[in-house]
C-alpha cells in the first residue's frame, strides 16, 4: 500500500480518512524530506485532503527542511482555495523560509495573481527582503507590481525596503514535522534507550531523560512491588491503547518495554520542552501565559478530551489535571497518555484529588460516570488558568508516606529548580 504522504499527493480522500481513523498514526508527521501530509495536499491542491488534513488537526505553519510552510507551496502552485483556508486558520503570511523567500515571493514569482492579491489583503508585505535583497515586487511581472503596489499601499504599508535581518515576524509558532519512525515501533528494545539525565525519583520510580531513535525522549521506569507473570501481561495488554498518534492534542505513549535484569516496566513519551501546564503556570517558565494563551491551552485541552470522549471503550484509569497537560514546543496543549495509571498501579489509590470530582473520589470506578466527572475536572483547570493558583494547595500527608513522582512523575518534568519539596502532590487512600 502506498504511504499516506503519496495518498495526499494524489489526492486520494478515500485512503486518507481510513488512515486517520488509525488512532496510532500521526498526521504531523515528515517524510525524509519534512513535508507533512498537509504540505503534499496544499502543493498538489487536493482540496478535500487539505479540509480533511486541517479538521483532524493538521499543523498550519508546520515547515520541511527548507522552511517551506504549506502556505509556500499553495501560494507557488496557485491553489487560490486552499491558500484562502490556510489563512483562515492563521497561516503566517510572512513566513519566510531558508532563502528569506516569503509565500508572496513565490505567488510574485510564479505569475500567480489572484494569491498575490489574496495574500496583500491578508497581511502579506510586499516590501520584506529574501536574504537576496529583493522583494516580491522585484520578483513579479510589470502589470503585477502595479496591482500589487497600489493595493499595498491602500491597506496602508509601507512601502520602504525591509532587511532581511530585520524580519522577525511574531507570526504563530512554526515547527517541524514529528520523526514518523517513532509510532512504528510499539515494543522497543531496551538495550537501544540512551538515558541521558536523571530527573527524579522515589519509591514508586525514576524519571529519565533520553534518547532513542534520534529523538528526545522521556523515559519512566516504574518500580512495581511483586512483578508478576499476570502484571506482566496487563502491562503489554494495556499500554498500546495508550499509543495515539492521531491528535495534535494528546501525547501518545511512544512505546513500552521491560528492563533487564529487574523486570521492570518502562514507557517511553515523547520530549516536552516546557513540561506540564503545571509547571508552565506555577513553576515560573520563561514565557508568559497571557489570556490569550491561557484561552488557546482551554481549547486545546477540550478538543483533546472531546477526541478521547468518543473512543469506545474510554481509557480506564485517566485522571485529567494540569501535572498531565504538556506543553508543546509550539505552545499546543497535549493530554499525556504516559499518566494514565496501569491497572497494577496504586490500587486503591488517588493522585493529584483536588482535580477530581466528588463522585469520582466516592464511587467505584465502574460506578462513575466518567464523561461528567471529565466535565468537574476541566472546570477546575479553567478556574486555574484563570486564577494561576494551585487548587488546594500543599500535600494532604496520611501517616508518613508520598506516593507519587514527587514534582516531577505526576507533573512529568521536575521544575528546573527542584528540590526534594512536594509541591502539590497529595495521596487519598480509599
Known amino acids: 500500500m502506498d504511504d499516506i504522504f503519496t495518498q495526499c499527493r494524489e489526492g486520494n480522500a478515500v485512503a486518507v480518512r481510513l488512515w486517520l481513523d488509525n488512532t496510532e498514526n500521526d498526521l504531523n508527521q515528515g517524510d525524509d524530506h519534512g513535508f507533512s501530509p498537509l504540505h503534499w495536499a ?3 491542491g487536493r482540496s478535500s485532503v487539505v479540509d480533511m488534513l486541517i479538521m483532524r488537526g493538521a499543523r498550519i505553519n508546520v515547515m520541511n527542511r527548507g522552511d517551506d510552510t504549506p502556505l509556500h507551496l499553495a501560494a507557488s502552485h496557485g491553489h487560490q482555495d486552499i491558500v484562502g483556508k490556510l489563512i483562515q486558520c492563521k497561516a503566517d503570511t510572512n513566513a519566510a523560509n531558508e532563502h528569506g523567500n516569503t509565500p508572496m515571493h513565490y505567488a510574485c514569482f510564479w505569475g500567480q495573481d489572484k494569491v498575490a492579491e489574496d495574500l496583500v489583503t491578508n497581511g ?6 529574501n536574504k537576496y535583497g529583493e522583494t516580491p515586487l522585484d520578483k513579479g511581472k510589470p502589470h503585477l507590481r502595479e496591482l500589487l503596489r497600489e493595493k499595498a499601499e491602500k491597506l496602508g504599508q509601507n512601502m520602504v525596503k525591509i532587511p532581511f535581518k530585520d524580519t522577525f515576524w511574531k507570526g504563530t509558532t512554526r515547527t517541524r514535522p514529528r520523526n514518523g519512525t517513532l509510532n512504528k515501533h510499539a515494543g522497543v528494545d531496551f538495550k537501544q534507550l540512551h538515558l541521558v539525565a536523571k530527573l527524579n525519583e522515589n519509591q514508586s520510580g525514576e524519571l529519565w531523560q533520553g534518547r532513542w531513535q534520534g529523538n528526545e525522549i522521556v523515559v519512566k521506569v516504574l518500580k512495581v512491588r ?5 502484571k506482566s501481561r496487563d502491562f503489554n495488554e494495556e499500554y498500546p491503547k495508550l499509543r495515539i498518534f492521531s ?6 505513549m511512544v512505546g513500552a518495554c521491560q528492563s533487564p535484569p529487574a523486570p521492570h516496566p518502562i514507557i517511553i513519551t515523547h520530549w516536552m520542552p516546557y513540561g506540564s501546564l503545571y509547571n508552565v503556570l506555577h513553576e ?3 514565557f508568559v501565559v497571557d489570556q490569550t494563551q491561557a484561552v488557546k491551552f482551554a481549547l486545546d485541552i477540550a478538543c483533546g478530551m472531546g477526541f478521547l470522549h468518543t473512543l469506545d471503550p474510554m481509557i480506564p484509569r485517566h485522571f485529567l489535571n494540569s501535572k498531565s497537560v504538556m506543553i508543546d514546543e509550539d505552545m499546543t496543549a497535549r493530554i499525556s497518555m504516559a499518566d494514565v495509571k496501569f491497572s497494577f498501579q ?10 477530581v470530582a466528588p463522585e469520582a473520589l466516592q464511587k467505584k470506578p465502574e460506578d462513575i460516570n466518567r464523561r461528567s466527572a471529565d466535565m468537574w475536572s476541566f472546570a477546575i483547570l479553567l478556574w486555574e488558568l484563570v486564577t494561576r493558583e494551585v487548587p488546594i494547595c500543599g500535600p494532604v500527608q496520611h501517616g508518613n508516606r508520598h506516593e507519587g ?5 505526576e507533573a512529568h518534568y521536575p521544575p528546573r529548580h527542584l528540590t526534594t519539596h512536594l509541591q502539590a502532590h497529595e495521596d487519598l487512600h480509599e
Open 42 to 44: 496544499c502543493r498538489e
Open 124 to 129: 502579506a508585505q510586499v516590501s520584506i527582503c
Open 226 to 230: 511483586d512483578w508478576t507473570t499476570r
Open 247 to 252: 491528535h495534535p492534542n494528546v501525547l501518545p
Open 284 to 286: 515560573g517558565t520563561n
Open 346 to 355: 496504586c490500587p486503591g489509590r488517588m493522585y493529584s484529588p483536588a482535580w
Open 405 to 409: 513522582f514527587l514534582g516531577g512523575f
